[in-house]
């Protein structure tokens, strides 16, 4: 259905420049119609533009300026933003299964309940992010920096979040069942009733990191740094914990690898 945009916002310069490789017609076609499904619009400035429930599946995003744009609801299945901005974008509930955000900026962004599944986010700047409920399943966020990130009840289920930095990230009851933790950090990180079930957290550091109640059955610990941790009421059973830190950590009805519980530090 066509719709009129009344505040589509893109900046008159962005049509004669020719650094530009997005296509002026596609882009007149986002302005008139609120819609571009396959369009080209790499390096468009399209800063606080107001897209809601926009159709832009397979669009060619590259190195667009998304900052403050209104994109709540917008479909971006498998389009390319590879190094787009998105810093302070309103992504609530966008459809974002299959996108590339390699090396993308999404500081601050919201993405409450966004779909990003098999999404790639690798080196991504995630730096405060609100990911509540989303749905981060198969996705690849390798050394991505989720700093501060607001991942709870997110599904993180089969994600790639090998040397992901999620200092200080709050991933109170995220699934994390068979995820790639390897060399993550999560020093300070909220980790309380996640299920880290079958996780890989081979040298992952976790220092002072809340683990309440965490499931971590049959998870690979080996090497990593659970120095202050706390794990009250979290299950270890079947963990692998061979050369694991764990000086100071919290064990109070902590279920062990061997399924006894120890009642230290209550």
């Known amino acids: 259905m066509k719709r009129t945009l009344t505040a589509l916002t893109v900046a008159a310069t962005v049509f004669a420049s020719s650094a530009s490789a997005f296509d002026p017609d596609d882009l007149q076609k986002l302005k008139d119609t609120g819609d571009c499904v396959n369009c080209d619009l790499e390096g468009a400035?399209?800063?606080?533009?107001?897209?809601?429930?926009?159709?832009?599946q397979r669009a060619n995003l590259k190195g667009a300026n998304l900052s403050n744009a209104d994109l709540a609801?917008?479909?971006?299945?498998?389009?390319?933003?590879?190094?787009?901005?998105?810093?302070?974008?309103?992504?609530?509930?966008?459809?974002?299964?299959?996108?590339?955000?390699?090396?993308?900026?999404?500081?601050?962004?919201?993405?409450?309940?966004?779909?990003?599944?098999?999404?790639?986010l690798t080196d991504a700047d995630l730096q405060g992010a609100d990911l509540q409920d989303a749905n981060l399943a198969v996705a690849n966020l390798a050394r991505s920096d989720l700093q501060r990130a607001n991942l709870k009840g997110a599904n993180l289920s089969n994600a790639d979040l090998a040397g992901a930095n999620l200092s200080d990230a709050d991933l109170n009851s995220a699934d994390l069942q068979d995820a790639n933790l390897a060399v993550a950090d999560l020093t300070?990180?909220?980790?309380?009733?996640?299920?880290?079930?079958?996780a890989d957290l081979q040298g992952a550091y976790l220092q002072d990191a809340n683990l309440e109640g965490a499931y971590l059955n049959d998870a690979d610990l080996s090497g990593a740094d659970l120095s202050g941790t706390n794990l009250s009421g979290a299950n270890l059973e079947g963990a692998n914990l061979i050369r694991t830190k764990m000086n100071g950590a919290t064990l109070c009805n902590t279920t062990m690898p061997d399924g006894s519980v120890l009642y230290s530090g209550c």
Request: glycine share 12%.
């Open 73 to 120: 609801g917008a479909n971006l299945s498998d389009a390319d933003l590879i190094g787009a901005t998105l810093t302070d974008a309103d992504l609530q509930g966008a459809y974002l299964n299959g996108a590339d955000l390699a090396v993308a900026n999404l500081a601050r962004s919201d993405l409450q309940g966004a779909y990003l599944e098999g999404a790639t």
């Open 188 to 198: 300070d990180g909220n980790l309380d009733s996640a299920d880290l079930t079958d």
């Open 45 to 56: 400035d399209l800063q606080g533009a107001i897209l809601r429930a926009a159709d832009l």
